[in-house]
């Protein structure tokens, strides 16, 4: 799938005002190349500064008052300037993706991101937008509502995504700057790509991956509201592993010492936490196989090529963990992280040598030992995979909200989600329920 929807001919005119009352205006980005860095982060990421290498550091604004644990949480969304840092949002994640020629107009991803600026240039909200010609690499799956289009004789391609490529990871998708109000932003963009998807004769919008409040206000704008599963782990102020493992059940934290044990004792076996300055093109070599390996066998054709691992290497090095097993002074496996403020994201993995429990202890346990050790306050372990519930990952609700123009699949999607929705509450309690913790006398 690498036709491509035809480029829009108009941009959006919508304005608005800002707090000061200044007039704002819409505007469409076929590039990220097209904005500087630091006008996009300071809008994706308000509060902090990213350098060159991915160093972070909190601007003066962003202060200790608040959680940034709930700031980065699908259940919350911080109104103000002290968000979490999310490296999804990032300009340099987000850039390197087009510059590598992973999201581009050639695979089906065109970038039309949207900016909310003022007469003088100066950003006050912006959304990672692509006018896309099929629903790979989303991991919020519409392919049944396309195909009934479809049959009905509709076109459901193009339509606009709003989203990370390839990146199952909830975070702010409406990006407001603090200087404005944050729901009458979200109302703004809102609008703006209804009227990009009206222009491009695109069938509907898609945002994927939101915050709770995000998902909220776009329900009130018309939106359908959709919701899904994952399962992430949260540090409860652990010191240790150990520590984390009292909180089990006996037969759960037996379980995982057995697991953790047969990983860790085949012969030869070394693990590495590679990051920083320490990361080397050797490195990404050996991933890069293991990512080939385990994505040509689940998806047919992998996303991501080399010169996006290069790239992020460059920009972001000290956002990224691998996590590498060596066994004999060769790799043989490994696991891809990206460290955000208070949230280690877990992406990728692959091997060239199948070892009984390596996959859970290079992507889980490894990835809690990391958090733990560097005091940060949840790992989220990617798309689905209830398998992560005995090994201490609760389930969590994601959000996605979707504008249909048809009125007639509007209504269909509509009676569909309501349904969906149910099922993934029921389901989400059964799961809870079966959580490894200890239970309370």
Known sequence: MTSSPSPDKEKPHSSGSGD???????????SLADIPADKWDQVANPGWQLTSTGGLT???NC?????????????????SSNTAFNPFLSHAFLQALEAAGCATRQTGWMPRHMILEDASGAVFGAVPAYLKSHSQGEYVFDHGWADAFYRAGGDYYPKLQISVPFTPATGRRFLTSPDINREAGIQALAAGLVQVCQRTGASSVHATFLTKPEW????EL?????TDQQFHWDNHGYEDFDQFLSDLASRKRK????????????????IEWVTGSDLKE??????????????????????LNREFFSLINERLAERILLVLAKRSGRYIAGALNFIGSETLFGRHWGCNEHHPFLHFELCYYQAIDFAIAKGLKRVEAGAQGAHKLARGYLPQTTYSAHWIAHEGLHQAVADYLEHERLAVERE???LAEQAPFRKEP
């Open 20 to 30: 000061d009352g200044q007039t704002l205006s819409l505007r469409i980005l076929s």
């Open 255 to 270: 379980a995982i010492k057995k697991e953790r044990r047969e990983a860790q004792s085949v012969d030869g076996l070394e």
């Open 222 to 226: 018309g939106y359908l509201q959709r």
């Open 282 to 303: 050797a490195h990404w070599d050996a991933f890069y196989r293991f990512y080939m390996d385990t994505g040509s066998r689940k998806w047919g054709s992998p996303y």
């Open 216 to 219: 909220g206000t776009l329900g």
């Open 63 to 79: 202060t200790n008052s608040i959680d940034l644990t709930a700031a980065l949480s699908p259940e919350t969304d911080n109104q």
């Open 428 to 430: 989400n309690q059964a």
């Open 58 to 60: 909190p601007t003066p």
